[in-house]
Nanobody, 123 residues
């Protein structure tokens, strides 16, 4: 089992920044590839960014490329999402997730999920 807890969400004005954290406990954090997903009201949950076990390879949705940065610190069992130049359309509940195998962009490949943290961007 892996327990994931997100933090760092909140209310920010458009153009501002937030840094999300995902703290992991349980099985070896470095054994899992990780990702951030988000779900806006009335919409499906979509992948925002993903990162490999070592952190050497990252993936970003087109909508956040150049604005968001995913990273991880395996020594601290923590993953991060630095979000800059935030837009109102970034408003959503953000989830972190861990997968043992499979491709990064398929939600069904993820084995463990956090409870989510709300990000609200005002215009």
């Amino acid at each position: 089992q892996v327990q994931l807890v997100e933090s760092g969400g909140g209310l920010v004005q458009a153009g501002g920044s937030l840094r999300l954290s995902c703290a992991a406990s349980g099985r070896t954090f470095s054994s899992y590839a990780m990702a951030w997903f988000r779900q806006a009201p009335g919409k499906e949950r979509d992948v925002v960014a993903a990162i490999t076990r070592s952190g050497g390879i990252t993936y970003y949705a087109d909508s956040v490329k150049g604005r968001f940065t995913i990273s991880r610190d395996n020594a601290k069992n923590t993953m991060y999402l630095q979000m800059n130049s935030l837009k109102p359309e970034d408003t959503a509940v953000y989830f972190c997730a861990a997968r043992a195998s499979g491709t990064a962009y398929l939600e069904t490949n993820y084995d463990y999920w956090g409870q989510g943290t709300q990000v609200t961007v005002s215009s």
